[in-house]
């Protein structure tokens, strides 16, 4: 039977075959908030229903997240993608375990539902490469704690963002090392007992995984008289994956097209989608809508040109240079997909924007650079001039924060300006490399030194990724369809190995910027040298004993990887993270109010409890200092100690110190007092911040206790530094607490 079907988007006018209904995956919980940069609201969703999960009492976070995964099932998604990109990072920043964070998802959604996550090859999701045994634990860990004995429900899309095959196979040798284990281990477990071998007789069941490589996509770009990205080029990198995965001894399951900057227009579509999808395998579409009516159009010609699945994101969060909606993408070719149940979908979002926001509040501020979307921060025809060049969906909301707080800072122009600018620099620098794709960490790498040129001027400051970059340490960037590397520019390779060759230390590092630059030599084929987990593990001793956890234990796996892949420049922040993640924080915390608050009812109980069990860390204190400052004296009665260094601290402040500042000193006391007790704090070498005297964690006390910016906590120092001389900060201060001694009693204020 054939069909005609008319839209009303530009590009469309097919008459297809009847075939199998498209799927629909919805990316609302991982692409969603990466590219419009919506982190916070979730993630605040997501740490109280995990406490809530890991105590067993389940409160209004924790069903309001059950509840939105049950819409996204009832509304008719295939899948949802909730796992890795910038959240692995964003996780650990919102002092949540990524790995808890995947056994709650998998909790929510239950074991029947399809659930996905991005992986970078030889890069995981981290930021540079890692051996073959770091891979293979991650891949693990992301098997046992997201996944099911059904490959169908648990897929690992896994991409390289120079489309180098040897990258890319890192982590899909990984997933079929697992699978292949799965196997042998089901095999082993419906023997009887008594046959099966001793090593295997109480094996745990290992889950399966559907591996998905994607092709990172470009349009064809003429370049140094060779043709880059053609048709030959996508489908001669998809053979040479789908062969290496059989060399070993593997399959892979799917292709996915990997649009991240939106740019694959339907006529493209139409021609590669049915040439990879000749190779045997289902493909999938992921593409983005920085220009939304192509993204739409492109996703409707794919569904008529054989694609097996598209991703959507959904209203608060579609949109922009998100993905296009569930809605627009289906609209008057419903019998093309899975069927959406639109009553549902309208529950689902009205669920999301009240997590979120209304979506026509959220649009209104489009171009107002305080709007609470970054990718909204410019105007969609400035969004465009990016969209042209490139700058994937997923990093304009960063590129957004760059141009604000760099490029219109130094060089005194408004976001509009400044983008201009941006957008002429990034088409010279890739016009010099080859336009290498710019996906994570490509187009972090690139992007910022755009960014470094507008404020320095041109080459005058390599940045020391990308000086790795152009000499080949993330790997070789082939053009498929001839087999041949493709070639930089002589003018940008000799500017980066001359600022090589300039760096004044002669191990090519700048101790005080913590980059260490390639050696000036001629490019390159080598890679990175990989750490190994084995090395890391003996590194990140320190940690998992202050955590009580065994280092042969999968925890201790988890504890080292997220060291390994941490946000950059954030080591503090992890180490606090790993203790927090693997100790039971709720009974700790109770541990310590217990004797300070014998009755709760001092504090609202609807207020106080839910969100004393709920948060983690910071946010604890946070509620802990509002009622501190209420007017009600039970409350003040209740933390004597706290109370009396707080007002200590108010003594010999300096005069004409406002409300604010105030509140600022109690608030670390408070953090103080809770952290030192329930995460006994000692004077253990290895949990320090290097260059000070001090353990862990810019949330600390003693951090705070030595900030040079704040004359409260510099005295306070002083003072307890005075009281007892030979003891280390931590000590003095849990002696300070122990004792009930306050500062004016530590030294008389004068």
Not at 615 to 637: C, F, I, M, Q, S
Not at 657 to 670: F, G, M, P, Q, Y
Not at 711 to 718: L, M, Q
Not at 729 to 746: F, M, N
Request: aromatic letters at 8%; hydrophobic letters at 40%; a negative charge.
């Amino acid at each position: 039977m054939v069909r005609c079907i008319r839209v009303d988007f530009p590009f469309i006018g097919a008459c297809t075959m009847t075939k199998n209904k498209v799927q629909i995956t919805t990316l609302t919980f991982r692409d969603g908030p990466q590219s419009t940069g919506m982190w916070d609201d979730y993630f605040g969703l997501v740490s109280q229903s995990l406490l809530e999960w890991k105590t067993g009492e389940e409160g209004e976070a924790l069903s309001r997240l059950r509840r939105i995964a049950t819409l996204v099932k009832q509304a008719g998604f295939t899948g949802a993608e909730v796992f890795w990109g910038q959240s692995f990072q964003k996780h650990m920043l919102a002092g949540i375990s990524p790995f808890e964070a995947m056994a709650l998802n998998r909790e929510v959604f239950g074991p029947d539902f399809m659930l996905s996550g991005l992986g970078r090859g030889v890069n995981a999701v981290g930021f540079r490469p890692y051996g073959q045994d770091v891979i293979d634990t991650f891949v693990e860990r992301f098997a046992q704690r997201g996944g099911v004995p059904d490959k169908k429900l648990m897929k690992l899309r896994v991409f390289d963002a120079l489309n180098n095959l040897q990258n890319c196979f890192r982590m899909i040798s990984a997933a079929i090392r697992n699978n292949q284990k799965a196997e042998r281990v089901a095999a082993n477990n419906s023997l009887p007992e008594s046959e099966r071998g001793d090593d295997w007789r109480h094996m745990e069941p290992v889950n399966l995984i559907h591996i998905e490589p994607a092709l990172c996509y470009q349009p064809e770009r003429q370049y140094n008289d060779e043709t880059l990205y053609s048709d030959e080029y996508y489908v001669a990198y998809a053979k040479k994956l789908i062969n290496a995965a059989e060399e070993a001894g593997g399959t892979l399951d799917s292709l996915a097209i990997k649009d991240m900057a939106g740019q694959l227009d339907p006529d493209r579509a139409a021609r590669l989608i049915p040439k990879l999808a000749d190779l045997g395998l289902p493909v999938y579409l992921h593409t983005h809508s920085t220009n939304y009516k192509q993204a739409v159009a492109t996703a409707r010609v794919a569904a008529d040109s054989g694609i097996v699945g598209v991703e959507t994101v959904e209203w608060p969060l579609s949109g922009g240079t998100a993905h296009a909606s569930v809605r627009d993408v289906i609209d008057g070719m419903e019998e093309q997909f899975d069927p959406i149940d639109l009553d549902k979908l309208t529950q689902l979002e009205q669920e999301l924007e009240s997590l979120w926001g209304a979506k026509e509040k959220l649009l209104a501020e489009e171009g107002d650079p305080k709007a609470k979307r970054l990718d909204l921060r410019v105007d969609e025809p400035s969004r465009l001039e990016l969209w042209k060049l490139g700058i994937p969906g997923g990093a304009m909301a960063a590129v957004m924060i760059l141009l604000q707080k760099d490029v219109c800072t130094y060089n005194k122009t408004d976001l509009k300006n400044a983008n201009a600018m941006f957008a002429a620099e990034l088409d010279h620098l890739q016009q010099r490399i080859g336009w290498v794709p710019l996906v994570t960490p490509m187009a972090d790498i690139v992007y910022t030194q755009a960014v470094v040129n507008l404020i320095n001027g041109k080459d005058k400051i390599i940045e020391h990724r990308y000086a790795k970059m152009i000499v080949g340490l993330y790997g070789q960037h082939i053009n498929h369809a001839t087999g041949k590397r493709v070639a930089i520019q002589e003018s940008a390779s000799k500017a980066v190995l001359d600022y090589c060759r300039g760096v004044q230390n002669g191990d090519f590092a700048m101790p005080s910027f913590n980059q260490t630059y390639p050696k000036p030599v001629i490019l390159t084929e080598q890679k990175a040298p990989p750490l190994e987990l084995a090395e890391a593990r003996s590194a990140f001793q320190g940690i998992l004993t202050k955590c009580k956890i065994d280092r042969n234990s999968r925890l201790a796996d988890e504890a080292v990887i997220m060291r390994l892949m941490e946000p950059p420049a954030s080591k503090a922040v992890t180490e606090r993270l790993l203790v927090n993640a693997h100790r039971d924080r709720i009974q700790a915390l109770l541990g310590v109010l217990t004797p300070s608050l014998p009755a709760w009812d001092v504090l609202p109980a609807e207020d106080i409890e839910p969100t004393v069990t709920s948060y983690g860390g910071l946010k604890r204190a946070e509620v802990l200092v509002k009622h501190l400052l209420a007017p009600a004296t039970k409350v003040a009665d209740a933390l004597p100690v706290v109370l009396s260094e707080a007002d200590a601290l108010h003594a010999i402040a300096p005069s004409g110190l406002d409300a604010a500042s105030k509140r600022s000193a109690i608030l670390r006391l408070v953090y103080g007092f809770i952290e030192n007790e329930y995460l006994q704090l000692a004077s253990d070498p290895s949990m320090q911040i290097e260059g000070t005297d001090l353990p862990f964690g810019p949330q600390s006390s003693l951090y705070f206790l030595q900030s040079e910016f704040d004359p409260y906590t510099r005295e306070a120092r002083r003072l307890l530094h005075k009281r007892w001389p030979e003891e280390h900060d931590s000590t003095r201060l849990s002696k300070a607490i122990e004792h009930g001694v306050s500062l004016e009693q530590v030294v008389p204020v004068q």
